[in-house]
């Protein structure tokens, strides 16, 4: 019911930047886009950034000041703009979003992650 397309990883050099995006495909009911995790290798998943319904975010200590989450106003696409970037930013990103579909069950949605590798 709902797919969700991670986009902007790449490779780049420390101090460099990103721009990430996730887009919703689905129009069909309102999905809520929540929230940037990542994966290292040999690491577990861990929230990067997160939105919440009136704006509010918050961020993993160790990104604090680097990156930055939004929505855009549609509630469609979801951003991380990841500035300064570490090599131990290097890291599968996916986004993450939940909704209620019109059966009134309760769905999340993750999408298939884009990579992020910084180089030193």
């Known amino acids: 019911q709902v797919q969700l397309v991670e986009s902007g990883g790449g490779l780049v050099q420390a101090g460099g930047s990103l721009r990430l995006s996730c887009a919703a495909s689905?129009?069909?009911?309102?999905?809520?886009?929540m929230a940037w995790y990542r994966q290292a290798p040999g690491k577990q998943r861990e929230l990067v950034a997160g939105i919440n319904s009136d704006g509010g975010t918050n961020y993993a200590d160790s990104v604090k000041g680097r990156f930055t989450i939004s929505r855009d106003k549609g509630k469609t696409t979801l951003y991380l703009q990841m500035n300064s970037l570490k090599p131990e930013d290097t890291a599968v990103y996916y986004c993450n979003a939940d909704g209620i579909t019109p059966e009134l069950r309760y769905l999340e949605a993750w999408g298939q992650g884009t990579l992020v590798t910084v180089s030193s």
């Open positions: 689905t129009s069909t009911f309102r999905v809520n886009l």
